[in-house]
């Protein structure tokens, strides 16, 4: 009975004492316990620890690794190893954050009096328990240096003073990232800490780490139609974290994983399978893992968007193919180098991928390389690269006009187009830099380039001397068309080495030749979009309705074609088809609202009583009748009779 009594005692005091330090630092103070589920693979670690806390005068020791890699786990199982070896060992947490709840000064108080009041506790807890070890515990040490501003060495120093106090052992633990930026710099304050890694443990073990936890923690109620989870789950899961999610340590990533899997299996009454990992890295992480392609989706986007690109089409519908297969994740991006003179369908073929993959044709991130040109724009372009593909949904990149871009920016997307992996330094809140990596593997990365665009100038078309080009084989892939490209080849190879590096060049999964257009080609354009002026004319409630004259054979004045006067005009009068730098298809548009727009809102403002309108030439074009000189033509809109 008497026992009892002094135990109960004894146990007030205790509690009591506790609650007097805890006081002192502002509350700062947590009781750690031991784990439920086990630490593996991390035998070498607790080793050191171990070791570190053993020393004789600085029982110190700072676990660093990444954010996820199990070192608060690794501390509290030091402590569980230590009790297994009947030592009375009371581990606690100390947060620096509540220790700087009253300002600085008081934070400053509580630094320097931290290591006297913790003796000072376990000197007199040893009353109670004799054989009692105090360890004390600070997650996220940086802040101690951080808290008090950039450049700052206060925290660091007094940190310092009060670890050369041999009694207490002193474990902390931050990121390779904190630790580089607010402890590497101060070297005393490094030495006195004793840094010991924590790497990514491998899959085999990260795979055991992670059953146990579901073993652990799984609710009884859905356990049993969460048995026998297959190996290939584990592995999808653990495989996806490390291609994908490389801020992140393991086993961190794959427990956070499994965590949610659980919740939802409990919530929605389901079994834990592959589709739900799926949804989980779509909806947590916005990372696509059953990724795929639909190939008649995306193939259809294409061949309505670009014509005339026969050989750009045959390219990138086996790289389509590719991509909607799916063999399972790719440990690099897919990437194309576009190559050719403006407004011949490179950026529309970009909208066509967008628009098959994604419905929309915008849905992709542009950059503009030209805004990337200096010296300096290196770090831009990383750091406005991670923060636009940072869990984004889309996943088509448009590198525009590469080679305007600084050599250094090219220099960064060798391994970004070889591994998929990038990092983008942000600032902290406190003003120091930030490490941030970033994972491109599930990207599709288009660049493109006007580099050798002089080079297609004579073998872009099939001229009249070779074949007719018609509506029908616009975007035909002949042998004559793989022949002649095999002859330019080397050539094209040769203007690309005297822009790019051979090892960029080399990165690239495709390289595609868009041609300058041909004159059929930029008939269709130029009639597609005109067609489409005035159908938006003709459906404005006023009852407009505008129209062209009919299409005719222009066989007889040396065109192989068949096509309204006006179409005609565009193409062979208001753009210089013959050229092939001229603008393509972006200039066709151009002249179309330029001119043909602002003509029939000409005749409609000028005859407010009139809604049926006709567009023709001024029959005075070069193509029109032997004779005509180019540049007479013109463009007539009037009412119709």
């Not at 330090?21 to 031991?34: A, F, P, W």
């Not at 990383?382 to 920016?409: A, F, H, M, P, Q």
Request: aromatic content about 8%.
């Amino acid at each position: 009975m008497n026992s009892g009594m002094n135990e109960s005692s004894e146990s007030l005091d205790e509690k009591q004492l506790f609650k007097d330090l805890n006081e002192k630092l502002g509350n700062s103070l947590i009781e750690l316990y031991e784990p439920k589920n086990k630490v593996v693979g991390r035998d070498d670690i607790l080793h050191k620890l171990r070791i570190s806390l053993n020393r004789v005068r600085t029982k110190v020791g700072c676990l660093v690794g990444l954010p996820g890699a199990g070192k608060t786990a690794i501390v509290e199982t030091y402590q569980k190893i230590s009790k297994e070896q009947n030592r009375d060992i009371q581990l606690m947490s100390l947060s620096i954050g509540a220790m700087s709840a009253h300002g600085k000064n008081k934070l400053n108080e509580r630094i320097e009096n931290l290591l006297p009041l913790l003796e000072e506790y376990e000197n007199n807890l040893r009353k109670i328990r004799p054989n009692i070890e105090l360890v004390l515990f600070v997650d996220e040490i940086h802040l101690i240096v951080s808290i008090y501003g950039q450049g700052s060495k206060i925290g660091g120093d007094l940190l310092k003073r009060a670890l050369g106090r041999p009694s207490i052992r002193f474990i902390g633990a931050t990121t390779n990232n904190e630790y580089e930026a607010y402890i590497g710099t101060d070297g005393a304050f490094a030495r006195r800490l004793r840094k010991i890694p924590v790497d990514d443990i491998d899959k085999a073990i990260t795979q055991e780490i992670a059953r146990d936890f579901i073993d652990v923690y799984m609710p009884d109620s859905i356990r049993e139609m969460n048995q026998d989870l297959p190996d290939s789950l584990f592995e999808k899961v653990i495989k996806a974290n490390r291609m994908y999610r490389p801020e992140f340590a393991e086993p961190d990533k794959t427990l956070d994983v499994f965590e949610e899997a659980m919740s939802i299996s409990e919530i929605e009454n389901i079994r834990i399978d592959s589709d739900m990992i799926n949804r989980i890295f779509d909806d947590n992480y916005g990372i696509s893992l059953d990724f795929k392609a639909n190939y008649d989706k995306i193939y259809n986007s294409i061949i309505n968007r670009v014509v005339g690109q026969p050989m750009a089409l045959y390219v990138v519908e086996r790289t389509v193919k590719k991509l909607a297969f799916n063999i399972g994740f790719t440990e690099s991006p897919t990437s194309m180098l576009f190559l050719g003179p403006s407004g011949v369908g490179k950026t529309e073929m970009t909208k066509a991928f967008a628009e098959g993959l994604h419905g929309e044709p915008d849905d992709y991130i542009h950059f503009d390389m030209s805004d990337y040109s200096l010296e300096d724009s290196e770090p831009d372009f990383r750091r406005d690269l991670g923060r636009k593909v940072k869990n984004t949904k889309k996943k088509i990149i448009l590198l525009d006009e590469l080679e305007k871009s600084n050599k250094l920016i090219r220099q960064t997307l060798l391994p970004i187009l070889m591994e998929g992996i990038s990092y983008y330094v942000s600032p902290g809140a406190d003003g120091f830099a930030v490490r941030n990596p970033i994972s491109l593997k599930n990207f599709v990365i288009i660049a493109t380039s006007n580099v050798a665009h002089e080079l297609f100038e004579e073998v872009h078309r099939f001229t009249k001397k070779k074949q007719k080009v018609t509506k029908d084989n616009i975007n035909q892939y002949t042998d004559a068309l793989k022949q002649e490209f095999q002859s330019l080849e080397s050539d094209i190879h040769d203007a690309l080495r005297a822009e790019f590096a051979p090892e960029l060049i080399g990165r690239f999964t495709n390289i595609i030749p868009f041609y300058a257009l041909h004159e059929s080609t930029l008939l269709e354009i130029a009639e597609k979009t005109t067609m489409k002026l005035l159908k938006s004319l003709n459906q404005r409630p006023e009852g407009f309705k505008v129209e062209l004259q009919s299409p005719i054979d222009w066989n007889h004045m040396g065109y192989n074609y068949v096509a309204s006067e006006v179409i005609m005009f565009i193409v062979f009068e208001l753009a210089n088809s013959t050229d092939s730098n001229f603008g393509g298809a972006r200039a066709i548009t151009r002249y179309i609202e330029n001119e043909l727009y602002m003509e029939i809102l000409d005749a409609i403002f000028d005859n407010p009583d009139k809604r049926r309108f006709v567009v023709r030439t001024n029959g005075l074009g070069g193509f029109e009748n032997e004779g005509n000189v180019k540049g007479k033509g013109g463009l007539v809109v009037r009412p119709a009779v």
